[in-house]
């Protein structure tokens, strides 16, 4: 046993097993799957859903699921079940266009007030406040007026612009710390201008922690988009979208017709839960990476 | 930080409040009118469409509406600051009078649905925080997070098929039936739409609370307070709740529009006589009138309890008192 | 040859406005100068606006009153700092404290190390941006392997030598390091200090090194300032101000560090200072070559 | 004398998404009443977790993998929460690194120190408790304390918060008083006062102390025993003689080397080569191996069991093994007496 109390001082230690990468916890599967299933069908709605989802069937009003129409029919007549996927793809649409408005308005503003000297800053976030204490259905039916007829375009830009204060705030909080940090000090004391530092070093740090407003913002848009044509204030009865669907209920309460109530109302409800579990990962693992700076 | 500097903050927030409301008034003025549409039905009712031109002319400048829009603001401003908002063109009524005859609906429902909403989240918060990651605390996560997800108005409507049309427990439509009815029937009224509202918003703040009070259990003072030999419930309650509540009291200052904005949607598809109906009926309509003193009176509601919650941030705060007087250390 | 005076700070003076009408003096008339090659340390405790000074001298703050020649170059001056900005933020250089947030986490070490090289516009001398990183890596000791890693899964000591790297890219003649070691170990404090000795050493470039643990700046710097509520008290060699201390404050300054020792330790009494304001009326005097002492005005009359 | 405290073989685990990392390896040791023993070591070699698993004040996540704390001589290692609660405070408790930090902001100080006070005497009087809180005040040396009951942490400076702190620690008249890092947060000046304050009240009122620090500057001013803390484990244990004059472990002697008053006049200071391990995967063998110019190839292979020196002095090297080959420490290893 010599050789073992043999000075050796040190030696350089063996490589540490590469770290092995680990299935992220709480990953929200389920959601990402349903929801691709449910973007897929509607992007590919022509395929399978074969009957005209505008036609009415005058003779099959309000029927129940069944063999000839498998999710029924609504109280004009419509097939449901090719209503849902064309419609889908209208409201999906909408979400994802009016979240880009909402999140390019919000940055810019954000960005904008986070950088502006004090006087300005101020100015801009009372206007936000002004904005946001307009009820918020009020302000998309008055920019709706403004905008002229309702189109799911129009539609789109209306909700984006209505829902974009949040991310403003956001950002512009984010924009406000990042500027004090050293790493800002830093590269400006080494000649970054303005648009260096926000492309190179802010841009990439609050990015993350808005994705998951992006996300939220697009549930919220899809959202709006039902309500307001359920109410009758956003898009017309023959635009077929899931909420458009959904402004013949009353009738159909009225005859006791639960599918044309609970179909669309389901469909939509599982997107806004799929959109929104995703969301919450989003943001779980944005703060989890904070921690871990 | 004297009295006198104090009530000079004070003013002067008061004064952009003032001006706050002034913009919003001013704009939402112009854009209504850009909208299109015609007031006139609101008055006149089918009669427009069987109106001649000249009748129409004098119709509209019986109503003022022929004035370029700048003359028509200053002459509503002119009146508005002497309280005289015009009348409803659809009620035909003072536009005051209107609101006033359904405003006591909706603070019915909006206070109740803020007191459930409130209370509820508190608890609901305080639970999961004490049960953090354990299994209550992930059931509540989830359910809250899907009953958010639902849409009010569908929520409504399924909420009708359930209770009203298959089990037929309550009814569906209205604050009261007709021919009165005394509080049973009242209450048998609200508590579809009180639901509805409570779900719609009661997750987000339970949240919010467990979050501000996980935020609290994991600062440093908690160890010391441990190590005094506090128990974890008085560490909850006297510590942690009680740092947490004045920027919780604050939120519940700055939601008061939220939850009685949010009752829109549910007075709509229950057509409850609340000020939700009668916004939803003045902008579909252009009334006018009415849309414009139901803006001034959401705005002012928003503005002010904004406020209310920043003096409830200062006066119960002592951190944020000291801020104000930063600078002065150590007597 | 006489010394060359790179860096002269006269009476710079310095608020941080609370509230409208009260503000906080962080730096009061502070002068200070630093010849050309040498490591001047600036002490002092937390709120005595040593980092204050520091900012100041990169033109991250703008001082109230006073000036700051560079190389006779007044950098307060807008007009003289935009004619000279290239040069200035190129021989300037600086070093921050806590190594974890002044590094960008989500820029990997080797466009950290070529940050400074890309906003100047330097055209690399050894062919390529990361060729250039990897040897400035090398240089302060750590492995090109660190290259494609970013901050936070680098330690504290390691993160730091990325920030000198970045401060040596650009062969500064004067290099800033606002406290660079305070917030790390014992163990890798020793090699972060020589790894700035040897540098400077090799470099020749100045130094300010700004600090709060004494005992490092006894060691590194050839001349010391200790500061107090935002003024100079007292600057000397640093084997001359260590030696023998003049002014109270650095009296009770040096005594309060305990020595490593239980038996001398333990029968030691540290002094206490309370001279809560500084008395307005003081003098700054030579009290013996090169050792500058501010005494009560009060004492001398 | 009876043992107060006694850890026996206490290993500490926190299970994070990256792995368990190992934060305190088999760790023993043992407190008498009225001692002072200092724990040294770097940044995240185990000497905070230690204190805070003992009076479980650790996250969930953290778990007490295997061996036990006697207090007493009864067991606690595995009382639960409601258990604890009445212990800590009275049989022990703790003074936190953070003065800034480590007070609720929105309570005020009277408030704070009278809370402990009430928790292990809820049928107080008002007067009496109110005196008692002037009493403690007075004690950790916060200047006309009426004025200042009423006052909240913000209005404090560094300093005062660790008096009003050490105060609230003290207040339940606790047999262990564990101070972690107590005065790294602070000025040199502030720190010398609140050194002398400790070691004034420890005098006073007998409190044995546990007293974590990296500094050993602080540990020769306050510490009749030193126990050296490498990668979650107690590598050399002694009285502070014997640790300061007559270190055994090679990462003991490189601590002394280190420090910068031992290097006067030299060109470089002496700097311990290399970083810690991580605490995820330790290393095989001796942790320190890898950073210890006289590691033994055995090192590599086996960690060292603890060595006694004297009755007093264990340290865990390889070097004290018989069949090591003889070593001098180097000059500055040991600070020699005189």
Same mark, same amino acid.
């Given at each position: 046993?010599?050789?073992?109390?043999?000075?050796?001082?040190?030696?350089?230690?063996?490589?540490?097993?590469?770290?092995?990468?680990?299935?992220?916890?709480?990953?929200?599967?389920?959601?990402?799957?349903?929801?691709?299933?449910?973007?897929?069908?509607?992007?590919?709605?022509?395929?399978?859903?074969?009957?005209?989802?505008?036609?009415?069937?005058?003779?099959?009003?309000?029927?129940?699921?069944?063999?000839?129409?498998?999710?029924?029919?609504?109280?004009?007549?419509? #097939?449901?079940?090719?209503?849902?996927?064309?419609?889908?793809?209208?409201?999906?649409?909408?979400?994802?266009?009016?979240?880009?408005?909402?999140?390019?308005?919000?940055?810019?503003?954000?960005?904008?007030?986070?950088?502006?000297?004090?006087?300005?800053?101020?100015?801009?976030?009372?206007?936000?406040?002004?904005?946001?204490?307009?009820?918020?259905?009020?302000?998309?039916?008055?920019?709706?007026?403004?905008?002229?007829?309702?189109?799911?375009?129009?539609?789109?830009?209306?909700?984006?612009?209505?829902?974009?204060?949040?991310?403003?705030?956001?950002?512009?909080?984010?924009?406000?710390?990042?500027?004090?940090?050293? $790493?800002?000090?830093?590269?400006?004391?080494?000649?970054?201008?303005?648009? $260096?530092?926000?492309?190179?070093?802010?841009?990439?740090?609050?990015?993350?922690?808005?994705?998951?407003?992006?996300?939220?913002?697009?549930?919220?848009?899809?959202?709006?988009?039902?309500?307001?044509?359920?109410?009758?204030?956003?898009?017309?009865?023959?635009?077929?979208?899931?909420?458009?669907?959904? =402004?013949?209920?009353?009738?159909?309460?009225?005859?006791?017709?639960?599918?044309?109530?609970?179909?669309?109302?389901?469909?939509?409800?599982?997107?806004?839960?799929?959109?929104?579990?995703?969301?919450?990962?989003?943001?779980?693992?944005?703060?989890?990476?904070?921690?871990?700076? | 930080?004297?009295?006198?500097?104090?009530?000079?903050?004070?003013?002067?927030?008061?004064?952009?409040?003032?001006?706050?409301?002034?913009?919003?008034?001013?704009?939402?003025?112009?854009?209504?009118?850009?909208?299109?549409?015609?007031?006139?039905?609101?008055?006149?009712?089918?009669?427009?469409?069987?109106?001649?031109?000249?009748?129409?002319?004098?119709?509209?400048?019986?109503?003022?509406?022929?004035?370029?829009?700048?003359?028509? $603001?200053?002459?509503?401003?002119?009146?508005?600051?002497?309280? #005289?908002?015009?009348?409803?063109?659809?009620?035909?009524?003072?536009?005051?009078?209107?609101?006033?005859?359904?405003?006591?609906?909706?603070?019915?429902?909006?206070?109740?649905?803020?007191?459930?909403?409130?209370?509820?989240?508190?608890?609901?918060?305080?639970?999961?925080?004490?049960?953090?990651?354990?299994?209550?605390?992930?059931?509540?996560?989830?359910?809250?997070?899907?009953?958010?997800?639902?849409?009010?108005?569908?929520?409504?409507?399924?909420?009708?098929?359930?209770?009203?049309?298959?089990?037929?427990?309550?009814?569906?439509?209205?604050?009261?039936?007709?021919?009165?009815?005394?509080?049973?029937?009242?209450?048998?009224?609200?508590?579809?739409?009180?639901?509805?509202?409570?779900?719609?918003?009661?997750?987000?703040? @339970?949240?919010?609370?467990?979050?501000?009070?996980?935020?609290?259990?994991?600062?440093?003072?908690?160890?010391?307070?441990?190590?005094?030999?506090?128990?974890?419930?008085?560490?909850?309650?006297?510590?942690?709740?009680?740092?947490?509540?004045?920027?919780?009291?604050?939120?519940?200052?700055?939601?008061?529009?939220?939850?009685?904005?949010?009752?829109?949607?549910?007075?709509?598809?229950?057509?409850?006589?609340?000020?939700?109906?009668?916004?939803?009926?003045?902008?579909?309509?252009?009334?006018?009138?009415?849309?414009?003193?139901?803006?001034?009176?959401?705005?002012?509601?928003?503005?002010?309890?904004?406020?209310?919650?920043?003096?409830?941030?200062?006066?119960?705060?002592?951190?944020?008192?000291?801020?104000?007087?930063?600078?002065?250390?150590?007597? | 040859?006489?010394?060359?005076?790179?860096?002269?700070?006269?009476?710079?003076?310095?608020?941080?406005?609370?509230?409208?009408?009260?503000?906080?003096?962080?730096?009061?008339?502070?002068?200070?100068?630093?010849?050309?090659?040498?490591?001047?340390?600036?002490?002092?405790?937390?709120?005595?606006?040593?980092?204050?000074?520091?900012?100041?001298?990169?033109?991250?703050?703008?001082?109230?009153?006073?000036?700051?020649?560079?190389?006779?170059?007044?950098?307060? $001056?807008?007009?003289?700092?935009?004619?000279?900005?290239?040069?200035?933020?190129?021989?300037?250089?600086?070093?921050?404290?806590?190594?974890?947030?002044?590094?960008?986490?989500?820029?990997?070490?080797?466009?950290?190390?070529?940050?400074?090289?890309?906003?100047?516009?330097?055209?690399?001398?050894?062919?390529?941006?990361?060729?250039?990183?990897?040897?400035?890596?090398?240089?302060?000791?750590?492995?090109?392997?660190?290259?494609?890693?970013?901050?936070?899964?680098?330690?504290?000591?390691?993160?730091?030598?990325?920030?000198?790297?970045?401060?040596?890219?650009?062969?500064?003649?004067?290099?800033?390091?606002?406290?660079?070691?305070?917030?790390?170990?014992?163990?890798?404090?020793?090699?972060?200090?020589?790894?700035?000795?040897?540098?400077?050493?090799?470099?020749?470039?100045?130094?300010?090194?700004?600090?709060?643990?004494?005992?490092?700046?006894?060691?590194?710097?050839?001349?010391?300032?200790?500061?107090?509520?935002?003024?100079?008290?007292?600057?000397?060699?640093?084997?001359?101000?260590?030696?023998?201390?003049?002014?109270?404050?650095?009296?009770?300054?040096?005594?309060?560090?305990?020595?490593?020792?239980?038996?001398?330790?333990?029968?030691?009494?540290?002094?206490?200072?309370?001279?809560?304001?500084?008395?307005?009326?003081?003098?700054?005097?030579?009290?013996?070559?090169?050792?500058?002492?501010?005494?009560?005005?009060?004492?001398?009359? | 004398?009876?043992?107060?405290?006694?850890?026996?073989?206490? =290993?500490?685990?926190?299970?994070?998404?990256?792995?368990?990392?190992?934060?305190?390896?088999?760790?023993?040791?043992?407190?008498?009443?009225?001692?002072?023993?200092?724990?040294?070591?770097?940044?995240?070699?185990?000497?905070?977790?230690?204190?805070?698993?003992?009076?479980?004040?650790?996250?969930?996540?953290?778990?007490?993998?295997?061996?036990?704390?006697?207090?007493?001589?009864?067991?606690?290692?595995?009382?639960?929460?409601?258990?604890?609660?009445?212990?800590?405070?009275?049989?022990?408790?703790?003074?936190?690194?953070?003065?800034?930090?480590?007070?609720?902001?929105?309570?005020?100080?009277?408030?704070?120190?009278?809370?402990?006070?009430?928790?292990?005497?809820?049928?107080?009087?008002?007067?009496?408790?109110? @005196?008692?809180?002037?009493?403690?005040?007075?004690?950790?040396?916060?200047?006309?304390?009426?004025?200042?009951?009423?006052?909240?942490?913000?209005?404090?400076?560094?300093?005062?918060?660790?008096?009003?702190?050490?105060?609230?620690?003290?207040?339940?008249?606790?047999?262990?008083?564990?101070?972690?890092?107590?005065?790294?947060?602070?000025?040199?000046?502030?720190?010398?006062?609140?050194?002398?304050?400790?070691?004034?009240?420890?005098?006073?009122?007998?409190?044995?102390?546990?007293?974590?620090?990296?500094?050993?500057?602080?540990?020769?001013?306050?510490?009749?025993?030193?126990?050296?803390?490498?990668?979650?484990?107690?590598?050399?244990?002694?009285?502070?003689?014997?640790?300061?004059?007559?270190?055994?472990?090679?990462?003991?002697?490189?601590?002394?080397?280190?420090?910068?008053?031992?290097?006067?006049?030299?060109?470089?200071?002496?700097?311990?080569?290399?970083?810690?391990?991580?605490?995820?995967?330790?290393?095989?063998?001796?942790?320190?191996?890898?950073?210890?110019?006289?590691?033994?190839?055995?090192?590599?292979?086996?960690?060292?069991?603890?060595?006694?020196?004297?009755?007093?002095?264990?340290?865990?090297?390889?070097?004290?093994?018989?069949?090591?080959?003889?070593?001098?420490?180097?000059?500055?290893?040991?600070?020699?007496?005189?």
């Amino acid at each position: 046993m010599n050789g073992a109390f043999e000075r050796v001082g040190i030696r350089p230690l063996p490589p540490e097993p590469a770290a092995k990468p680990q299935r992220r916890r709480g990953a929200p599967v389920l959601s990402a799957v349903l929801l691709s299933a449910i973007a897929a069908g509607c992007l590919a709605c022509g395929l399978f859903a074969a009957k005209d989802p505008s036609y009415m069937d005058l003779e099959h009003c309000a029927v129940p699921p069944g063999n000839a129409f498998w999710f029924g029919t609504d109280t004009m007549g419509r #097939d449901i079940f090719s209503m849902i996927w064309h419609g889908g793809r209208l409201s999906l649409f909408i979400g994802v266009t009016a979240a880009a408005v909402s999140t390019v308005l919000g940055v810019v503003f954000g960005a904008v007030s986070g950088c502006a000297p004090g006087w300005l800053d101020a100015a801009l976030m009372r206007l936000t406040e002004i904005w946001l204490s307009v009820p918020s259905l009020l302000l998309t039916v008055l920019l709706q007026a403004a905008l002229g007829r309702a189109s799911p375009l129009s539609l789109a830009l209306v909700i984006g612009a209505s829902d974009w204060t949040a991310i403003a705030k956001v950002v512009r909080t984010e924009v406000r710390q990042l500027r004090n940090s050293e $790493y800002i000090l830093a590269a400006k004391s080494m000649g970054g201008g303005f648009f $260096y530092l926000l492309r190179r070093h802010l841009a990439p740090n609050f990015i993350p922690s808005i994705l998951f407003m992006v996300v939220m913002n697009v549930r919220t848009a899809i959202a709006a988009e039902s309500t307001l044509s359920f109410m009758g204030l956003g898009l017309p009865l023959e635009t077929v979208t899931w909420g458009s669907m959904l =402004s013949l209920s009353e009738k159909a309460l009225l005859s006791g017709a639960w599918w044309i109530i609970l179909i669309p109302g389901g469909f939509l409800t599982v997107t806004l839960l799929c959109v929104t579990s995703l969301g919450d990962y989003l943001r779980k693992s944005a703060s989890r990476r904070e921690r871990n700076l | 930080m004297s009295i006198w500097n104090m009530a000079l903050g004070w003013g002067k927030r008061l004064l952009t409040l003032l001006l706050s409301v002034f913009l919003l008034v001013t704009a939402v003025f112009y854009v209504s009118r850009l909208a299109p549409g015609d007031p006139l039905v609101a008055y006149y009712g089918d009669r427009v469409e069987r109106m001649t031109p000249d009748e129409r002319a004098w119709a509209k400048d019986r109503l003022g509406l022929n004035d370029p829009i700048t003359v028509q $603001y200053v002459r509503w401003l002119g009146r508005a600051l002497h309280g #005289d908002f015009g009348i409803s063109y659809q009620y035909k009524m003072d536009a005051a009078e209107v609101i006033a005859s359904r405003a006591g609906n909706t603070l019915i429902l909006g206070g109740a649905g803020f007191v459930l909403t409130f209370s509820l989240s508190l608890l609901l918060g305080v639970l999961c925080a004490w049960h953090e990651d354990g299994p209550l605390d992930r059931v509540l996560c989830k359910l809250g997070t899907a009953a958010s997800c639902v849409p009010e108005f569908w929520l409504s409507l399924v909420f009708i098929l359930v209770f009203s049309i298959t089990l037929r427990w309550l009814p569906s439509s209205g604050a009261y039936s007709i021919g009165g009815g005394g509080l049973g029937d009242r209450l048998a009224h609200l508590a579809l739409p009180v639901s509805v509202v409570v779900a719609g918003h009661l997750w987000y703040y @339970a949240y919010m609370v467990r979050n501000r009070l996980l935020e609290e259990v994991r600062a440093d003072y908690v160890l010391l307070a441990k190590s005094k030999g506090l128990t974890k419930g008085r560490v909850m309650f006297r510590h942690c709740l009680r740092n947490a509540l004045p920027s919780y009291l604050s939120l519940m200052a700055i939601s008061v529009p939220h939850i009685l904005g949010g009752t829109y949607i549910v007075e709509t598809v229950f057509s409850y006589p609340g000020l939700g109906t009668l916004s939803y009926e003045s902008t579909r309509y252009q009334d006018y009138n009415l849309l414009m003193l139901l803006c001034l009176l959401s705005g002012t509601v928003v503005m002010v309890s904004g406020m209310a919650a920043q003096f409830i941030n200062q006066r119960l705060d002592p951190r944020l008192s000291a801020r104000d007087a930063a600078g002065v250390r150590e007597p | 040859m006489p010394d060359e005076i790179l860096l002269d700070v006269q009476r710079l003076t310095h608020r941080y406005p609370l509230t409208r009408t009260m503000s906080v003096k962080a730096l009061d008339n502070l002068s200070f100068q630093i010849i050309r090659g040498e490591i001047y340390g600036l002490v002092g405790e937390s709120g005595s606006g040593k980092s204050t000074a520091a900012r100041c001298v990169m033109n991250l703050y703008r001082p109230q009153t006073g000036k700051i020649l560079y190389k006779g170059i007044d950098t307060c $001056y807008p007009k003289a700092f935009r004619a000279n900005r290239r040069m200035l933020q190129a021989s300037r250089q600086l070093v921050f404290q806590d190594s974890a947030s002044s590094l960008n986490p989500r820029m990997k070490v080797c466009d950290i190390i070529a940050e400074p090289m890309r906003l100047q516009r330097i055209t690399p001398p050894r062919g390529t941006l990361r060729a250039e990183a990897e040897f400035q890596l090398k240089y302060v000791g750590m492995d090109p392997g660190y290259l494609d890693k970013y901050p936070p899964e680098l330690s504290g000591g390691q993160r730091q030598r990325v920030a000198i790297a970045r401060a040596l890219a650009m062969e500064p003649e004067l290099l800033v390091a606002d406290e660079p070691i305070a917030s790390l170990d014992v163990s890798i404090q020793a090699q972060i200090v020589n790894l700035f000795k040897h540098l400077q050493a090799e470099h020749g470039f100045s130094f300010l090194f700004i600090a709060h643990d004494l005992a490092m700046v006894e060691f590194l710097c050839d001349r010391v300032g200790v500061m107090y509520r935002g003024r100079l008290v007292e600057e000397a060699p640093a084997a001359q101000l260590f030696a023998r201390p003049l002014h109270p404050y650095t009296q009770a300054l040096l005594s309060a560090i305990p020595i490593p020792d239980p038996r001398r330790e333990r029968a030691r009494r540290p002094l206490e200072f309370h001279g809560e304001e500084l008395p307005p009326e003081s003098v700054w005097i030579e009290a013996s070559p090169r050792h500058f002492v501010l005494k009560d005005g009060r004492d001398e009359r | 004398m009876p043992e107060l405290l006694e850890v026996k073989h206490l =290993s500490v685990s926190f299970f994070t998404h990256t792995g368990e990392v190992q934060a305190v390896r088999d760790v023993s040791f043992s407190l008498k009443a009225g001692e002072v023993l200092a724990l040294v070591g770097e940044s995240g070699c185990g000497k905070s977790v230690l204190c805070k698993s003992i009076m479980k004040l650790l996250p969930q996540t953290a778990k007490i993998k295997s061996g036990s704390i006697l207090v007493n001589g009864a067991d606690i290692t595995h009382y639960r929460e409601r258990d604890m609660h009445k212990l800590r405070g009275r049989l022990f408790s703790m003074v936190f690194q953070d003065p800034m930090t480590s007070l609720n902001p929105a309570m005020s100080i009277g408030e704070q120190i009278g809370e402990a006070v009430r928790v292990h005497r809820p049928r107080l009087s008002r007067e009496a408790l109110r @005196a008692r809180v002037l009493e403690l005040m007075a004690l950790v040396g916060i200047d006309r304390p009426e004025e200042r009951m009423g006052l909240y942490p913000h209005h404090f400076s560094g300093g005062m918060r660790q008096r009003a702190v050490l105060a609230i620690a003290l207040a339940g008249d606790p047999a262990i008083l564990f101070a972690d890092e107590p005065t790294t947060a602070l000025d040199v000046t502030i720190q010398a006062q609140i050194l002398d304050l400790l070691r004034d009240v420890q005098h006073k009122l007998g409190t044995a102390t546990v007293f974590v620090t990296h500094d050993l500057g602080v540990v020769a001013r306050v510490a009749d025993r030193v126990a050296v803390m490498y990668a979650g484990k107690i590598v050399e244990i002694g009285t502070a003689e014997e640790i300061f004059y007559d270190p055994r472990h090679p990462y003991t002697w490189g601590l002394l080397r280190a420090l910068p008053a031992l290097s006067k006049g030299r060109d470089t200071l002496y700097a311990i080569p290399g970083m810690p391990p991580t605490l995820v995967n330790p290393p095989r063998g001796d942790a320190f191996a890898c950073r210890n110019e006289y590691a033994l190839a055995i090192d590599y292979q086996e960690e060292p069991p603890m060595f006694q020196v004297t009755d007093t002095h264990y340290a865990a090297t390889w070097l004290l093994d018989p069949r090591a080959p003889e070593v001098t420490p180097p000059s500055g290893g040991g600070i020699h007496a005189g």
